[in-house]
């Protein structure tokens, strides 16, 4: 049988793909990788397709043992993971060997690494996703987060020829590196805020708070008030809609989010920077630009260029 | 003051637009909302990747990678225009069994004490109202639903509790609702339902849909313990 073997879980390791989608009228929220951009690159690398399931690890990683040969890519935050002592990098495919245990640290920088494996794990899909929702349950390994002890077995592709093994291009990467100066676009009760507090949310830094997970992330910085104080009726909302509660602290809402929310929304994080609300980490500083649509589209465009076979280069 | 035209097509994300058709919890409003949630589910092949209705309104998100926002408004405007023509599936009367109060139900005395009731009148008004599911959100299977005599309104909780069991029955202001997987909280627990409320095995994997009639039914702590015995527990106590 092939199975990794979980020595270690880390501080929460999941197993997640890009997401499940078409259920938000049941309350199911999307969940998946929080950084889908490291996700889908992960696996272009090992020629699976793009929405195949990986681990996501979070802050501390784990320790896994693999019980066969098996081509392997890490993308996402630094973890420095090692295998046999030795170094591992990052965005390229590399083979470990049956017996090997490829273990992570702590990310320097970032907060969530990929453990991508050419073949399919065998995880049930729930509502048509194997992407774990830890809170209710769903998806994943019995809807949790892997424990010491877990067996995760996967079904193997042919193994990859050494002359196709890839690397992503270090030109690719800064391009797709997460940003701290996040792009957004106005949102429903953006002209609700005071002309103070709209020059304050583009203009001030706001610092990541650490009640911060899958579900959202709380900010630190200048509050931001309303003119009139009038309760918002509860509507749907999506992954980076950004909601400012009474205390004029903001929040922007992460792939967990519940499917509607009651807080007047002031802008939303655009497309091309929602992989970037996966990387942010406790103290990390950041800024909001507000753009218009086009350019949004514009962003989103020339980011999806980059995602894809071109950005490999031989090893 | 110039009332706004509704339904209006607002560009929440550059991934979503929310059709609102007001801003207020009312019957006809939430009919246009089923209206449209139900027709747009019916697509095939689906161009958007998720629905989310609510009180007044309803967000369609898509993937900027297939379709852009014009097409989208495109697509929901031909969908508006023919609203009045979908045709709704009939309202199911849905009857949840409820333990209420002690350890079930542990904030039913406070309820009764805000409303200046005994917990026995509590009970009595909480099962002989119908009660309608305006649509589900917030988590799996949550239902938002209204109805709720004006009597039994109670505050949330000051500080939410950050772990209510999953069948809880609770008040929140002027809603009362069920959470149907162990989550975080602010209402007020009366009681709890055996019901298994959402599994994602099931088709479809939540008991209530949006437009359901519900109705509670008061059970006793051995009625509710004896659910998990009987063979069949994810029977559904439809009554119509």
């Keep these: 049988m092939n199975a990794i073997t979980v020595s270690s879980p880390g501080f929460l390791t999941t197993i997640q793909d890009l997401g499940r989608f078409g259920h938000a009228h049941l309350g199911v929220s999307q969940a998946g990788a929080a950084d889908t951009i490291a996700l889908r690159m992960g696996n272009l690398l090992l020629g699976n397709p793009e929405n195949t399931p990986a681990l996501e690890m979070t802050l501390v990683g784990g320790a896994f043992t693999f019980s066969s040969d098996c081509p392997i890519a890490i993308t996402g935050a630094n973890f420095s993971p090692i295998i046999d002592g030795h170094s591992v990098p990052l965005w390229t495919t590399v083979e470990i060997k049956a017996g090997q245990t490829v273990a992570f640290g702590a990310a320097k920088a970032g907060v969530r690494a990929y453990l991508c494996i050419r073949g399919e794990l065998n995880v049930p899909r729930h509502l048509g996703s194997a992407s774990t929702h830890v809170l209710s349950g769903i998806g994943g390994l019995s809807g949790r987060a892997l424990q010491k002890g877990d067996e995760l077995s996967y079904a193997p592709l042919d193994p990859i020829p050494y002359h196709l093994y890839r690397v992503v291009s270090a030109s690719v990467l800064r391009e797709l590196g997460p940003r701290t100066n996040l792009r957004v676009t106005p949102a429903s009760e953006w002209e609700s805020f005071t002309d103070e507090a709209l020059g304050l949310f583009y203009s001030s830094s706001y610092e990541i708070s650490e009640e911060s997970n899958r579900v959202g992330l709380r900010l630190r910085g200048p509050t931001l008030k309303r003119t009139v104080q009038t309760d918002i009726l509860t509507e749907g909302v999506s992954t980076g809609t950004i909601q400012v509660p009474p205390n004029g602290q903001p929040i922007i809402l992460s792939i967990e989010h519940p499917t509607t929310g009651g807080y007047p929304r002031i802008a939303s994080v655009i497309s091309a920077d929602l992989s970037s609300i996966g990387q942010l980490r406790p103290r990390d500083e950041i800024t909001f630009e507000l753009v218009d649509l086009t350019a949004a589209q514009d962003a989103r465009r020339a980011q999806e260029a980059l995602i894809g076979h071109r950005s490999l280069i031989a090893l | ?240």
């Design chain 2, 1 to 240: 003051m110039h009332r706004p035209d509704y339904p209006q097509l607002l560009i929440a994300s550059d991934h979503s637009l929310l059709v609102r058709f007001g801003t207020e919890i009312d019957l006809s409003l939430h009919q246009s909302v089923r209206r449209l949630t139900h027709s747009l589910l019916s697509e095939k092949p689906r161009w958007f990747t998720n629905i989310h209705p609510a009180y007044a309104s309803v967000l369609v998100t898509f993937d900027p990678r297939i379709t852009e926002l014009p097409e989208i408004r495109r697509r929901i405007s031909r969908h508006l225009e023919q609203l009045h023509s979908v045709e709704l599936p009939q309202p199911r009367c849905v009857e949840v069994p409820v333990v209420y109060g002690g350890e079930f139900g542990p904030d039913l005395r406070d309820v009764a004490s805000h409303c200046r009731l005994s917990v026995e009148e509590v009970i009595q008004m909480h099962v002989s109202d119908h009660y309608l599911v305006y649509f589900l959100g917030f988590s799996p299977g949550f239902a938002y639903m209204g109805g709720l005599s004006p009597l039994l309104a109670t505050p949330r909780l000051a500080a939410p509790r950050t772990r209510v069991p999953a069948g809880s029955v609770a008040i929140g202001g002027k809603q009362t609702g069920i959470y149907p997987v162990v989550s975080p909280g602010g209402w007020r627990i009366i009681g709890r339902t055996p019901l298994g409320l959402f599994d994602p095995k099931r088709d479809p994997p939540t008991h209530l849909q949006i437009g359901d009639e519900v109705m509670f039914r008061q059970i006793s702590e051995e009625e509710f313990r004896s659910f998990f015995s009987s063979p069949d527990r994810s029977d559904r106590s439809e009554l119509t």
